[in-house]
């Protein structure tokens, strides 16, 4: 009688090969999960680059004109602009080679140097200052300190997907002896 009735609890016969649609499906499924995942890692690495260059390059710019102005005003003259409450928002100096020396902010967040008539953009086209402000101590001639300027800036990029912004400060002591010696 069992030679009538063939019926067995397995699945498949030892004569069948292959694979059932169920396991193909569960397969598929296993496989687009992992494919979503990985594609989803390799998008944020790549927004995580391009965030790190554009903090890369706003910070090598706002580094390059901080340099550039601690330079000029560690061997300037600052007369009389006392502002320690931080509100000045240009600055002007008197160079030993360049003359007079004055930076301001545009409207459009532009950096600019003026020295003997001639007007520099010192920002790059990729980023904009937001705020530039001067904290000038020591600047009169009968207040006894050495000069001294804070400067505080906000940077950020133009352009791309999202918009960085760096707060930058530094400050730099005048080394201009000749005013100490003349009083």
Do not use: W
Request: charged residues 15%; contains cysteine; hydrophobic residues 40%.
């Amino acid at each position: 009688m069992s030679k009538y009735f063939k019926f067995s609890f397995n699945y498949r016969d030892q004569e069948q090969t292959g694979f059932t649609i169920v396991e193909l499906l569960v397969t598929a499924l296993v496989f687009s999960i992992m494919m979503v995942a990985v594609s989803s890692i390799f998008i944020q690495i790549i927004n995580d680059e391009r965030r790190a260059f554009a903090a890369q390059a706003i910070q090598e710019n706002g580094q390059f004109i901080l340099e550039l102005m601690s330079r000029e005003i560690r061997v300037s003259k600052i007369e009389n602009q006392d502002a320690s409450n931080c509100n000045a928002t240009t600055l002007t100096i008197i160079h030993p080679v360049n003359g007079t020396v004055m930076y301001t902010l545009t409207g459009s967040g532009i950096l600019r140097r003026t020295a003997s008539g001639v007007t520099t953009d010192l920002s790059t086209s990729t980023v904009t200052f937001s705020r530039l402000n001067f904290c000038i101590v020591g600047s009169g001639t009968v207040d006894g300190q050495q000069p001294r300027v804070a400067i505080l800036a906000s940077i950020q990029n133009k352009a791309g997907r999202e918009i960085l912004t760096f707060n930058l400060e530094t400050t730099v002591t005048s080394r201009d002896i000749q005013s100490e010696f003349e009083q």
